[in-house]
């Protein structure tokens, strides 16, 4: 029988939870937060966030919300089942098993809409790894170092389909989400977390040090999402403008804000939204929270000054 690790099993019975049972409601928690976190944060371009749905016509802010929390108890499962293993054939297959189960509840939840499959995937194997950790010596490092090691194995059971990463992969020469898990997620660990952190080291807000990873992200990560929805010239329109964002002093200063807006408005001209880098935000905020052995993720706090922001 299957675990329930609801979150309303963790708050009606919290004294029923050994360790590991809290660790793995902990790590779930956390994954949650990070995708509620990260799509709230307002404002994103071409993104759902607190404003609307972005370039997305089957998604909302309630929708992506009931997602995250429709695949949590998934992710905690993931969590007990990796505790005390080590990457390996019978493990990847596991979670290729759960995984699958999540991506039937997050259709579930969405009506049918593909919200957060690369999410699942994403933080899936974070999540196992981050499992398998000593809690006093955790790392984001480490953690994504042996995720790239999970993701070494191969899942001999997933059903034989051309996904949009296949597609892009081949089209283009780009390697997408299982190239970055396998390279130990290196738009996370030398990308996204050294920005969060030197723009919270600078004073800034939360808002803007998030908003500021992920225009950093963005710049850099061969998005499949845009190449997929418009080959090569969404990604150099998405890469410029967040490299013009950050020139002009990142999204806290009025030119830089101005230049966000500005990105918004092309990417829903082109019709697409920066999905892989959306997750690779939350993926960062997960790690930055499992590293500071933090019990949850700062909710976001996006001013309503930004939710009409849009020129």
């Not at 370039?55 to 949590?72: G, N, P, Q, V, Y």
């Not at 403008?241 to 230049?259: D, F, K, P, Y």
């Amino acid at each position: 029988m299957r675990p329930d690790f609801s979150s309303n099993f963790a708050v009606r019975t919290p004294w029923a939870l050994s360790r590991d049972q809290a660790q793995a409601v902990r790590l779930g928690r956390l994954a949650c937060q990070a995708l509620i976190a990260e799509a709230e944060l307002t404002p994103k371009p071409g993104l759902v966030d607190r404003r609307g749905s972005g370039a997305h016509m089957d998604l909302s802010l309630s929708t992506m919300k009931r997602s995250a929390f429709a695949i949590e108890p998934y992710f905690c499962e993931m969590a007990a089942f990796s505790k005390g293993t080590h990457p390996s054939q019978v493990l990847r297959e596991r979670l290729a098993v759960i995984g699958r189960d999540a991506e039937r509840a997050m259709l579930k939840a969405t009506n049918e809409s593909n919200s957060h499959k690369g999410a699942i995937w994403i933080l899936g194997l974070l999540i196992s790894a981050a499992a398998m950790q000593d809690a006093d010596k955790v790392t984001a490092s480490r953690i994504a170092e042996t995720a790239g090691e999970i993701a070494f194995f191969a899942d001999r059971a997933a059903p034989r389909l051309v996904s949009h990463g296949d597609v892009v992969a081949r089209k283009h020469g780009v390697t997408g989400a299982r190239g970055e898990a396998l390279r130990g997620f290196p738009h996370v660990i030398y990308v996204g977390l050294p920005m969060l952190r030197s723009k919270r080291a600078s004073g800034a807000t939360q808002t803007v040090a998030r908003l500021d990873t992920l225009l950093s992200i963005m710049s850099r990560l061969d998005d499949t999402c845009l190449l997929y929805r418009g080959g090569k010239t969404t990604l150099v329109a998405a890469k410029e403008g967040a490299i013009t964002v950050e020139r002009a002093g990142g999204s806290g200063t009025a030119i830089g804000r101005q230049q966000l807006y500005c990105l918004n408005r092309r990417l829903l001209e082109l019709g697409v939204s920066p999905g892989g880098s959306g997750d690779l935000l939350a993926a960062t905020l997960f790690l930055d929270a499992v590293e500071r052995k933090q019990n949850e993720v700062q909710a976001d706090r996006s001013g309503s000054e930004d939710q009409d922001g849009t020129d």
